[in-house]
């Protein structure tokens, strides 16, 4: 009996990790750069498809594609927010304006990523094994490379927490996520912070991808649902809260999977009763403003 | 002879719908049938696409759900096909659809619009893997037969529709309410003040442009026979009709009339040859729009004509 | 019984307070300044008398009915109509518009459209903007851009208008209309509150002022009183050189 509970709990930390991650990135892009990215998801897919290829091809360690696929993510999101998101962001007569235009543009990125895809890997389920074999202790069985992405998810986290707060750069990113005006008039070019913080925002998506690859199935079209799981993580854990969204990441993979053991195929349905939930009686979130 | 001046008045515009009305009606007696099958699609995407801007058009709040409510309609077809007439599924696969916008307005509407984007977001998504694990777990079976009728019919219920959501749509637009809508699209909080009910306003209207949106949905169950919550619940359909409007233009009703048009013979003459670049396409175009259209064609259009006629402030 | 009345209202915003326990009333018919600082707490408590706001304690009663269950459309429609610091018209709406809107949705729903074109139609001709009545509001000056927000406003036919600075910005002459213009909303038995920074027109149009700092109330009185009190002068207005000009 405490076992299974055990085995509940690390299970939901594990896949935690990985929503950690993501919501983070989709936290950045939404709460310093304002571009509500309902694409994050493909950004992940990407990723994962990228270590994919290099594994199946080349037989490269996923932990080592990472320093590929990672920064390829990243430039993608950089020059995707320099070209389409910062000319919006001159052209939209009011914040609010550039928000919607900007989730539309999203819009068409995801059709556009995912039928990329799909033309260069194909629609069907793919998949590979690495670091598979079981890991024991305290009673329970766990596969390693599960336990690896917990370690990554977390490793990222707090060295990402360090260089918000004490890198140059991640003063800036504070700084333009409270007010990118005044920031901007303290000398923070804020057109590249925000690029910046759009790239790194894409950079989570594809490591998070990275590691799923390892332990789960992909598929081009997986995006949609984790990137309707950020959406619902950043809510909860308060929309423009980065700690929030780390927090609330493991709180929502704690909950899924509660859920898997006792309905499996029902964690996304109640990943949103949590959301309506909120809706109605706190949709600050957690640590929200 | 002021040949933009004749082109723009109220009798001409009225002639020229009255012809096509005619035209569109007794079509079936003399065209091909895949004429008939391609206008049907047509008119499908019309009313998702004038559905969808009777809301999200003059309030602003993107609604990125119409897949949900066309998916609810399509499963209640599938339910209730063989127990039920056509016109009365159609009732019912309407009111579901209002109903479910009902709830869903009632929760995120009285909120900032953030949430309601993100929750019509994930709706397709949710209902999908709800009804997937019902039809799993509790009833055991996971695709279900719609019973057929003739590709006239189906057109002429299509068409009827179309009639009824763009006179809705019109009548909505020219009332109290439509100006009402556009303040609250224009300044939520000075509209408030002004003694608007403004949640319940856009919770009324969200749930109308459902209903257009359900009925449409228990119409085309028929045509595809067989339905599985995949199916049914096809996210590519909250995606089509936003471009379409965004491409034609939300400011004028036509605009989002013409998109739909355009779209969906571009995608009845591209899904043959090139079915996973028309949406790469699609996806290309709505960035395109997004950045250099900002009212749509008939946006662009309009000034051009503006220019044209030397109209700069028309009557109220 | 006074029209509006606000009673140990208090707002904080995170730790700050915005308004601390202020106390004052309304009697209907009368025109009330509301002056002080910027950041003293007035468009704060605008906000609370429109139900924009809730106060997290105290009661503000209109018409002896506790403001804290209703919302801004509601109170409305019992007769509280209000303009905005900044500006917050309908940018893409006619000006005629606006006001029909305001007719529709005001104290008397219901009406007919004729009914309304001609209220509307009326509140325009009060207010001096017909002759732009086809013009989209954005297009229209600052100064009858806040006209428009008066006419939205007056368009509801409310018992109590709250102005919210409505002549910041402009040159002497459009002040002169605006207090005008103030007059004779006052003629027509309607309440008025007004915020403003412009000395001469709160000092001659009202008949009591109330100075808020730090979100207190720190005095109340005639213009005559204000003007000569040390406590406001200190704090305000400065020098008494300056005030109680006529």
Same mark, same amino acid.
């Given at each position: 009996m405490i076992v299974t509970i055990f085995d509940i709990l690390i299970a939901g930390l594990l896949m935690g990790g990985i929503y950690a991650l993501i919501a983070v990135g989709l936290s950045l892009q939404y709460g310093v750069a304002r571009v509500l990215n309902i694409a994050h998801g493909e950004f992940i897919m990407i990723g994962a498809f990228i270590t994919w290829a290099l594994y199946s091809a080349f037989k490269i360690s996923p932990l080592l594609c990472v320093t590929i696929s990672g920064p390829l993510v990243f430039v993608i999101g950089f020059v995707l927010y320099r070209a389409l998101f910062a000319r919006l962001r001159t052209t939209s007569p009011s914040p609010a304006v550039f928000e919607g235009k900007s989730m539309l543009a999203c819009f068409g990125i995801l059709f556009i990523a995912q039928n990329l895809a799909i033309l260069i890997w194909g629609a069907d389920i793919k998949g590979y094994s690495y670091l598979a074999f079981p890991i024991e202790f305290w009673g329970a069985k766990f596969p390693a490379n599960r336990l690896i992405t917990l370690g990554f998810a977390v490793a990222f986290g707090s060295a990402f927490y360090l260089f918000l707060a004490r890198t140059r750069m991640g003063k800036a990113i504070r700084a333009a996520a409270q007010d990118p005006a005044a920031a901007g008039l303290m000398g923070v070019n804020i057109s590249r912070v925000l690029a910046f913080c759009f790239g790194l925002g894409a950079l989570m998506a594809g490591l998070g991808g990275t590691l799923l690859s390892m332990s789960y199935q992909i598929q081009a079209t997986m995006g949609l649902e984790y990137t309707m799981i950020a959406l619902i993580v950043i809510v909860l854990g308060g929309l423009g809260s980065i700690p929030g969204s780390f927090i609330g990441g493991f709180l929502l993979g704690l909950v899924g999977s509660i859920v898997t053991y006792v309905q499996p195929g029902l964690s996304l349905v109640a990943y949103y009763v949590i959301f309506m939930l909120l809706l109605l009686a706190k949709p600050t979130g957690i640590l929200g403003r | 002879m002021d040949i933009p001046k004749l082109i723009s008045s109220k009798r001409f515009v009225l002639g020229f719908l009255f012809i096509l009305l005619v035209v569109l009606t007794t079509l079936p007696l003399y065209a091909a049938r895949y004429s008939i099958v391609l206008l049907t699609t047509i008119f499908m995407y019309v009313v998702l696409t004038v559905s969808w801007t009777m809301f999200s058009g003059p309030t602003g709040y993107v609604s990125l759900a119409p897949a949900a409510f066309f998916g609810a309609g399509v499963y209640a077809s599938a339910l209730l096909g063989f127990v039920f007439p056509l016109p009365v599924i159609i009732v019912v696969g309407a009111l579901s659809s209002a109903c479910l916008a009902l709830l869903v307005g009632a929760l995120t509407l009285r909120l900032r619009g953030i949430y309601f984007v993100m929750f019509t977001f994930g709706l397709v998504e949710l209902l999908l893997h709800f009804i997937l694990w019902w039809e799993v777990t509790i009833t055991g079976t996971t695709g279900r037969v719609v019973p057929t009728v003739g590709n006239t019919t189906v057109y002429y219920l299509m068409l009827t529709i179309l009639v009824m959501v763009i006179l809705t749509t019109y009548l909505i637009k020219h009332s109290r309410f439509g100006l009402a809508l556009q303040s609250i699209g224009e300044c939520e909080e000075a509209a408030a003040h002004t003694g608007v009910n403004v949640t319940a306003l856009k919770i009324m209207t969200f749930a109308a442009s459902a209903f257009f949106m359900g009925a449409a949905g228990a119409v085309m169950a028929t045509r595809w026979t067989y339905i599985d919550p995949r199916i049914a619940f096809n996210p590519i359909l909250s995606f089509l009709p936003v471009l379409m409007a965004i491409f034609g233009g939300m400011g004028q009703l036509f605009g989002p009339v013409i998109g739909a048009v355009i779209f969906t013979t571009l995608e009845e003459f591209l899904i043959t040859r090139f079915p996973y670049y028309y949406m790469l396409i699609f996806g290309i175009i709505m960035v395109v729009a997004i950045l250099y259209l900002p009212d749509g064609l008939v946006g662009l259009t309009q000034k051009l004509w503006n220019r044209i006629s030397g109209a700069k402030y028309a009557d109220p | 019984m006074p029209i509006l009345e606000c009673k140990e209202v208090s707002r904080y915003f995170g730790g700050l307070? =915005? #308004?601390?326990?202020v106390n004052f009333h309304v009697e209907q018919g009368e025109v009330l300044g509301l002056i002080g600082p910027n950041g003293a707490g007035k468009t704060t408590l605008f906000n609370l008398m429109s139900a924009a706001l809730k106060p997290q304690s105290g009661t503000i009663r209109f018409k002896d009915t $506790?403001? @804290?269950? #209703? *919302?801004p459309y509601k109170i409305c429609r019992m007769g509280l109509a209000r303009t905005f610091q900044t500006v917050r018209i309908f !940018? /893409? +709406?006619t000006v005629l518009n606006h006001a029909i809107l305001a007719s529709y949705f005001?104290?008397? !729903?219901? +009406?007919s459209s004729p009914e309304a074109l001609r209220s509307a139609s009326e509140t325009l001709e009060f207010v001096g903007l017909s002759t732009v @009545?086809?013009? !989209?509001? @954005? $297009? #229209?000056t600052l100064a009858n851009q806040k006209r428009l927000e008066v006419a939205r406003a007056l368009g509801t036919h409310p018992e109590i208008l709250l102005l919210d600075?409505? +002549? =910041? *910005?402009? /040159?002497p002459a459009e002040v002169a209309q605006a207090m005008e213009l103030v007059i004779r909303i006052r003629n027509k038995g309607i309440t008025i509150i007004m915020i403003e920074h412009v000395m001469k027109a709160i000092m001659s149009l009202c008949d009591r002022i109330i100075v808020l700092h730090h979100g207190q109330k720190i005095a109340e009185g005639t213009p005559q009183e204000i003007a000569t009190s040390e406590k406001v002068i200190k704090v305000y207005l400065g020098d008494k050189a300056h005030a109680g000009s006529k």
């Open positions: - | - | 307070a =915005a #308004l601390s326990r $506790d403001v @804290k269950r #209703l *919302g !940018p /893409n +709406m005001g104290r008397s !729903p219901g +009406m @009545k086809a013009i !989209p509001a @954005k $297009d #229209l600075e409505i +002549m =910041a *910005g402009l /040159n």
